[in-house]
Nanobody, 120 residues
């Protein structure tokens, strides 16, 4: 009964900023990597940013220098700070996490998605 709940999406003008949050709750043994994906209409879901349990990060090339992923392990929460937003960033953003509910068994879980719309 693990759930990932996202918040922080909305409408912003080009050049503006938004901050997304995703909190995991339920029966959690441990959380490994946490990530953000996005999906625009008619396109596949792409990995935007990922952060390991040790804090190592990686980003989609088109968001490097503009987006920052971080996590608060005490709160089981991952964040995505998005600056200098562009219209092409418009998409539904999904939180993803690799979570163990029992020792030695890991599954991936998804948030419900939050809409980010960047106007020109």
């Amino acid at each position: 009964q693990v759930q990932l709940v996202e918040s922080g999406g909305g409408l912003v003008q080009a050049g503006g900023s938004l901050s997304l949050s995703c909190a995991a709750s339920g029966s959690i043994f441990s959380i490994n990597a946490m990530a953000w994906y996005r999906q625009a209409p008619g396109k596949q879901r792409d990995l935007v940013a990922i952060i390991t349990s040790g804090g190592i990060t990686n980003y989609l090339d088109s968001v490097k220098g503009r987006f920052t992923i971080s996590r608060d392990n005490a709160k089981n929460t991952v964040y995505l700070q998005m600056n200098s937003l562009k219209p092409e960033d418009t998409a539904v953003y999904y939180c993803n996490a690799h979570i163990k509910v029992v020792a030695n068994i890991e599954h991936d879980y998804w948030g419900q998605g939050t809409q980010v719309t960047v106007s020109s």
